[in-house]
């Protein structure tokens, strides 16, 4: 009996069963001994097995979601946990990874992880073990059902550094951003996630994975290699097939891009993405704002961008007071000046969701010329001109100003000012003109025609 127990317990329940019959069946073994013999069995099978489950759990549960090490051969072994509602699978350009739930766009559809290797003196080729996520899972066999063992692999890859990126943070070295399970994401020029950094230590780098828009059971999920990838060292897609609207052709990654395009995805980049173009672009300026939540926010549309009110203003009412940044004309002319706008969208959420956009600055619209210098005003570049406007300004000194309500402005007004009236009073500087459009402001007292 010793031996059928040692074999029951490596086997699963229809085996097992199977195991007992064909025991209780052999000569020898008394009929009347049969139901001692299969209480003891099932008895002994049973505190075996609850054991083993415990001893499953234990190891599931201290498994961490990325965990690596390196065998006798140098070759790197990955272990990685598959998280709920994600599936490895194939697909028409080989592996993939797909959504097995619904996701809603801005939320977060798994926390994902990646190992930190300086492979200067190790095999580039390693094992790659996907693992379920935490919890059992029931698997349906035919007409029965068992449970699968969670902690044994679901699969097994043998790769080569294609589940890996160049890590930028010290470039001097040989450190490669080694992935687990989402190695397998494939690019899209129009990506459904984006993953900003968590936090980042000596040996790992921890990023949420964002729905970018409304995400199906069945859809693949894509990412855009350029966000984390500057130059897709060993692996650039030369001919790219995500067959998006607006799929660039190619994938170099992100120092490949156009200026636009660049622009266009910063805010899903990797920090370490932009401190390099601009370090490699010491002529191209970044200039940063906050916008000042919750009195105000930025719309962005296709065509434009403008401010409006975040909630209800009586006239006197000080909407927001800024700091404008003072640049010379030699540098404003041999300049390229981008801003970044941050936007935090709920004061009272102890974690605040931040907005980031990066924008190109037009500088005949953007910047406030004045005859020795400009003014860069940041977020408040984006303030529509009326003839009639709710707002006005008022200078305290050569950076810092005021603006107040004219009038009564409701939540989602336009907050308008007039482009005429830019003047520095306190430091006596005037608005130099550089634009001339034709205004459709509305308002009875409308110029039609503004230079400004």
């Known amino acids: 009996m010793e031996r059928l127990l040692h074999k029951c317990c490596n086997v699963n329940d229809d085996r097992r069963m199977d195991l007992i019959c064909s025991f209780l069946e052999r000569p020898g073994v008394e009929s009347d001994n049969s139901s001692r013999c299969t209480d003891v069995l099932v008895s002994t099978l049973e505190r075996t097995k609850n054991v083993k489950q415990l001893q499953q759990q234990r190891q599931q549960q201290q498994r961490k979601p990325l965990s690596v090490a390196f065998n006798a051969d140098g070759e790197l072994i990955v272990h990685s946990i598959v998280p709920e509602g994600i599936q490895v699978a194939t697909g028409a350009y080989g592996r993939c990874t797909v959504a097995t739930k619904a996701f809603e766009a801005g939320s977060v559809v798994y926390q994902g992880y990646a190992a930190l290797i300086d492979t200067s003196t190790k095999n580039d080729r390693f094992y790659l073990y996907l693992y379920e996520h935490a919890g059992e899972k029931q698997v349906e066999e035919g007409s029965r059902t068992r449970v699968r063992d969670s902690s044994s692999p679901i699969q097994v890859f043998r790769l080569d550094g294609l589940n890996s990126v160049k890590d930028l943070w010290e470039p001097n070295k040989s450190i490669r951003q080694v992935y687990g399970f989402d190695g397998f994401m494939n690019h899209s020029c129009n990506a459904n996630v984006y993953c900003p950094l968590v936090y980042r230590s000596k040996n790992e780098m921890c990023y949420d994975t964002i729905a970018l828009r409304d995400i199906n059971a069945g859809d693949e999920l894509t990412c855009d290699y350029a966000c984390f990838d500057y130059e897709c060292d060993g692996h650039v897609i030369s001919q790219c097939g995500?067959?998006?609207?607006?799929?660039?052709?190619?994938?170099?990654?992100?120092?490949?891009?156009?200026?636009?395009?660049?622009?266009?995805?910063?805010?899903?980049?990797?920090?370490?993405?932009?401190?390099?173009?601009?370090?490699?672009?010491?002529?191209?300026?970044?200039?940063?704002?906050?916008?000042?939540?919750?009195?105000?926010?930025?719309?962005?549309?296709?065509?434009?961008?403008?401010?409006?009110?975040?909630?209800?203003?009586?006239?006197?009412?000080?909407?927001?007071?800024?700091?404008?940044?003072?640049?010379?004309?030699?540098?404003?002319?041999?300049?390229?000046?981008?801003?970044?706008?941050?936007?935090?969208?709920?004061?009272?959420?102890?974690?605040?969701?931040?907005?980031?956009?990066?924008?190109?600055?037009?500088?005949?619209?953007?910047?406030?010329?004045?005859?020795?210098?400009?003014?860069?005003?940041?977020?408040?570049?984006?303030?529509?001109?009326?003839?009639?406007?709710?707002?006005?300004?008022?200078?305290?000194?050569?950076?810092?100003?005021?603006?107040?309500?004219?009038?009564?402005?409701?939540?989602?007004?336009?907050?308008?000012?007039?482009?005429?009236?830019?003047?520095?009073?306190?430091?006596?500087?005037?608005?130099?003109?550089?634009?001339?459009?034709?205004?459709?402001?509305?308002?009875?007292?409308?110029?039609?025609?503004?230079?400004?």
């Open 242 to 452: 995500c067959k998006a609207i607006n799929c660039r052709g190619e994938m170099k990654g992100f120092k490949g891009l156009s200026l636009a395009e660049k622009i266009r995805i910063m805010p899903m980049c990797d920090s370490e993405i932009v401190h390099l173009f601009f370090r490699e672009n010491p002529d191209m300026i970044l200039l940063e704002s906050t916008i000042p939540y919750p009195n105000i926010r930025l719309i962005v549309a296709p065509e434009e961008a403008y401010i409006v009110a975040a909630r209800p203003f009586a006239p006197g009412d000080l909407i927001f007071s800024n700091q404008a940044t003072i640049i010379s004309l030699t540098n404003f002319l041999q300049q390229t000046f981008v801003l970044k706008l941050v936007e935090e969208n709920d004061s009272e959420n102890p974690t605040p969701v931040k907005k980031i956009y990066y924008i190109l600055l037009d500088k005949d619209r953007h910047f406030i010329h004045r005859p020795s210098y400009v003014e860069s005003v940041g977020f408040d570049s984006f303030m529509d001109h009326s003839c009639n406007p709710n707002s006005q300004q008022h200078y305290e000194n050569a950076t810092t100003y005021s603006v107040y309500a004219r009038r009564t402005i409701c939540p989602g007004d336009k907050i308008t000012c007039d482009y005429l009236k830019l003047d520095n009073e306190a430091e006596k500087q005037q608005n130099v003109a550089k634009i001339c459009f034709l205004c459709s402001c509305g308002e009875e007292n409308c110029r039609a025609q503004i230079y400004a």
